[in-house]
Structure formats: structure tokens, C-alpha cells
């Protein structure tokens, strides 16, 4: 059974840490903003001081093309902040994963060069530095190998808040996050995504951006077997827009031929990955080939979640725990497992389901504003 462990109220005081010595980010703001700068999207989430959500952004950020990119969806969040918060104090906590794209020589050039971005437009800002705590945007460099793709474990130090137990699964645009909590504590092996990938802690596999010749090199379609193009022709966003489990709001990322998303054109990037015409047949068939493709990611998640459990030994009866865009997915694993499935609600304090489903697909944003305070 899970055992469930309320969140702990706490006293902050003035002024911020000055060191990351103890790990805790002290502020007298009332507001708190939550950022997750990916390669692909930025999030940021507001909470005020009773750790409600005010509001929360996703922005499509595609970095690799250029930090202009990061400096765009900067402007206008914090253009729009000023509306939120009507110059109060604000203060901003920041996790970022974007360091890892081929704009950079390497990762810690990316941390670097991002926080240097942010500093511009939120000089204030601390860096979540994993299991360091909050450290100064100018100490970037100092701790740039631990402040490299930490935000899985924000949202891991958030979820070992609240339960004793549990195995949270983010299944997000374009990874997958497994994320085992044993007796309160984060039991994960890999500290940065090189280690991570090998545990089976990371997988490059999500709802959105994966290239569907990531999923299997053979595919069913109209009764038979099939080699599948490796081709970038479509991705898992053609897949789940026309099973109609893929929110608009979660769409984001540009389609693989940069035509629209209707279902005409989503049918015709799926009918490339098999060398075909969308003409050649109906949309149930194009559906069919959808749902093939699905099947064929969630055997891939089931291995690799099959292989972490029996890494640690995790218990039969310990619940997934669902977030990101594609916690759609994460459900069906937990049938597959027979396992049960939890959804975040008690982890995340709002009343509006709009904002709910939002912080749902923005967990570490959300994580890392909620662990700020």
C-alpha cells in the first residue's frame, strides 16, 4: 500500500541563500516563478506564496536554432508576468534540459551560454543545481555539471515529498522520465542523461517529436508486415492527434513536413513511413497504422520499465505515478503491468482543471517553483 506523506509547512525567511551550502532557496517574494528551459518548448509556472498556480506558460523554444529562440519566449513571458503580478515581488527558479542541443559544443558550454541568456531578462534568478539546491546564475559555470538536465529531479524531490512509495513515469514530448522513490528518497542510479540512458532511467521516447522510425524498424499495415522508412517523414504527434489522445495544447512542436496538422495531412506523413499514398486508402486505415505505431512505443516503454523494476526489485504492488503530455501512456503501462494508476492531483494545489491538466504536462516547471518556496 502507498503511503502517503503530507507536505511539511515551512517558515521562509528574507533574502535568498547566499551559498548553495544547505541546498535551500530562501526568498521574501510573494510570487514565485518555475522555469524548465527545454530544447524544444519553454514552461514556466506561477505560484503565489500559498503555492497555488496563478498561471503557467508553454512556449514552443526550438534552442538548436539559436538562442534568439530562448530570447523571444523570454520577452514574452515576462512581458506577460507584469500582468500576473502587478509589481510585486517576484522571484524565479530555473531547471533547464536545453543544454544538451547541437547549438552547443557541449553541455556545460550550453549551461553557460543559458544561463547568460536568462541573466539578461531575470538577473535575479537562482539555478536548480539536483541535489546541490539553488545556486546563483552566476555561479553557472561553477556547477554546470549538476544543474545540466536536473529537471528530472525536481520533479522526482517533489513526488518524495508526498509519497514513501512510488514510481513516477513523465512521459513528455519527446523523453520518457522513470523515476523510482523507495522510503521517501529518490533511488535513481544516473545523476545526468549519459548515465541515465544506461540505467534505463531515460528514455528518448515521447508523444510529440519522436521520429516514428525511432519505434520499430517493421510495422503491421493492412494485414502484413512491413519495413518501416527510416525517414524523418512523421512523428508520435501524427500518431496521438489521430487517435485523438493528443491535446492541441500539448501539440506544439512543427509536423515533419511542415504542412498542417488536419487529418488529411497527418494520415499522408504516416502513409510515407510505408512507402505509401494517403490516396491509396481510407482514414481507418491510416488510423489502424496509428495505432500500430502506438502499440510499437509502448512495447518500448514496457522494456525499459520492465528492466528498471527488475534493477531494484520493485515491488508488484507500487502504483505509476502519470505525468507529462503523454500521461495518457503512462495509464496504459499500468494496465499492461497491472499495476495501479495514480494521477498527481494531491501533488498539485489548484482548483482549475485547465490549470491542473497544464501543470500535469509541466511537471518540473511546476516541481520547481513548489520546491523554491
Known sequence: MLLVIPCQSRVTTAGFCPSASDGQYRRSSQLIVGWDIGGAHLKACLLNQDAQIVNIWQLPCPVWRGLDELHQCMQQVTQELT?????????????????????FENRMDGVEQIAQAIAQWI??????????????????????????????MASAQLAAKY??????????????????VRDGQVQNIGMDDAHRLQEDELLYSGVVRTPLMALTPRIEWMGKQTNVAA??????????????????????????DGKDKSVTATC??????????????????????????????????????????????????????GVGAGAFLVKQLAIN????????????????QHLLDLAMMCFPAYAIARLAL
Open 83 to 103: 500582468l500576473h503580478v502587478h509589481n510585486q515581488p517576484l522571484a524565479h527558479a530555473v531547471t533547464m534540459t536545453a543544454e544538451l542541443v547541437d547549438l
Open 123 to 152: 538577473p535575479q534568478a537562482k539555478l536548480y543545481a539536483g541535489k546541490q539546491g539553488f545556486v546563483d546564475i552566476s555561479q553557472a559555470h561553477l556547477y554546470a555539471s549538476l544543474i545540466a538536465s536536473a529537471n528530472w
Open 163 to 180: 509519497y514513501a512509495q512510488v514510481l513516477l513515469v513523465d512521459i513528455g514530448s519527446t523523453t520518457t522520465d522513470f523515476i523510482y
Open 231 to 256: 525517414e524523418y517523414f512523421a512523428t508520435t504527434a501524427d500518431v496521438y492527434r489521430l487517435t485523438a489522445e493528443l491535446a492541441a495544447h500539448h501539440d506544439l512542436a512543427a509536423t515533419a
Open 268 to 321: 499522408r506523413r504516416l502513409a510515407r513511413m510505408v512507402g505509401a499514398d494517403v490516396e491509396s486508402a481510407d482514414t481507418q486505415v491510416w488510423l489502424a497504422l496509428a495505432q500500430a505505431f502506438r502499440k510499437a512505443q509502448l512495447e518500448l516503454l514496457q522494456q525499459s520499465l520492465e528492466r528498471l523494476v527488475h534493477r531494484h526489485n520493485i515491488p508488484q504492488q507500487l502504483a505509476l505515478l
Open 337 to 352: 503491468s497491472q499495476r495501479d494508476f495514480m494521477s498527481p492531483e494531491q501533488l498539485i494545489t489548484t482548483q482549475d
